[in-house]
């Protein structure tokens, strides 16, 4: 009781987050990165852990995608809006990009990783407020030596940020001529491809490091694993049948200046002030 009593707070946060980003999931593509990151960082910084929080929220926010990108693509599927083609073709490159934008976080500061989410938060919360689904730079989506560039690059940039593929995915598919609920769709299923080789390798790289915060296994954090991965994959499926119904371009946009809001605070801590 005494335990449950000090956490109890973390807790609920936890559930918040996760409840939200099971949300955003289904409905945005995003994977639910973009606000369990922030959060994370935020609770374990207030806790005492500033040296590791950053590295902690984003290992344990790309553990967490496992499973709600998987519930995601799953729940999509049902509305026959997956192209697995795309998954197929385009995961052996996502996880090669993941595993060395992982690899890289063990030799970045927590200034830096704020610093990187922070500044491509910003571009994202651009590109969601001002993008339109009827913006092409292709007809289809690329092959070959483009398309394992750009897979890699996607899945690189998503391990350091802690999020799921969706985010850059579901802005590479529509501008490649997918139409916005199929790349959305498509998109929730790279989740998994970066989200499972990046937390083994976040386990490996945190083994033992000082000053983690309590339940840590490595750089993943297994409470907030459970509690945040428990109500994404209950929430998930609820996100993408809002999608289906919703105005989701007057979402997006509001989401684009919730995320906006949130890279200039994460900027300002890069910053030290």
């Not at 560039?149 to 529509?174: D, K, N, P």
């Not at 499972?196 to 083994?207: E, N, R």
């Amino acid at each position: 009781m005494d335990l449950l009593a000090q956490y109890w707070p973390l807790l609920l946060a936890l559930a918040a987050a996760g409840a939200a980003a099971g949300l955003a999931a289904g409905l945005f593509g995003i994977g639910g990165g973009a606000i369990i990151v922030p959060v994370l960082y935020f609770l374990f910084d207030s806790m005492g852990y500033g040296e590791t929080a950053m590295h902690v929220a984003v290992s344990t926010s790309l553990a967490t995608i496992i499973l709600t990108s998987a519930r995601s693509v799953l729940a999509h599927n049902r509305h026959g809006a997956v192209d697995w083609s795309i998954i197929r073709g385009w995961s052996p490159w996502i996880v090669i990009g993941a595993l060395i934008g992982m690899s890289l976080t063990g030799f970045l500061s927590k200034q830096a990783l704020l610093g990187i989410f922070g500044s491509l938060a910003f571009v994202l919360a651009a590109q969601l407020f001002f993008g339109r689904p009827s913006w092409r730079l292709a007809e289809d989506m690329p092959t070959g030596i483009p398309r394992a560039a750009l897979g890699s690059t996607v899945g690189a940039l998503s391990a350091l940020m802690g999020i799921g593929g969706g985010t850059f995915g579901v802005s590479l598919m529509t501008l490649c001529g997918r139409p916005i609920h199929n790349a959305v769709a498509t998109a929730a299923g790279w989740g998994v491809a970066i989200g499972l080789p990046s937390a083994i390798a976040a386990v490996i790289i945190g083994w033992g490091r000082p000053g983690l915060p309590p339940f840590s296994l490595g750089h993943v954090n297994l409470a907030a694993f459970v509690m945040i991965s428990l109500f994404t994959v209950t929430m998930a499926p609820v996100g993408a049948a809002l999608a289906h119904r919703l105005d989701a371009a007057r979402l997006r946009r509001m989401f684009a200046i919730l995320l906006a809001l949130v890279a200039a605070r994460m900027l300002w801590k890069a910053l030290g002030l």
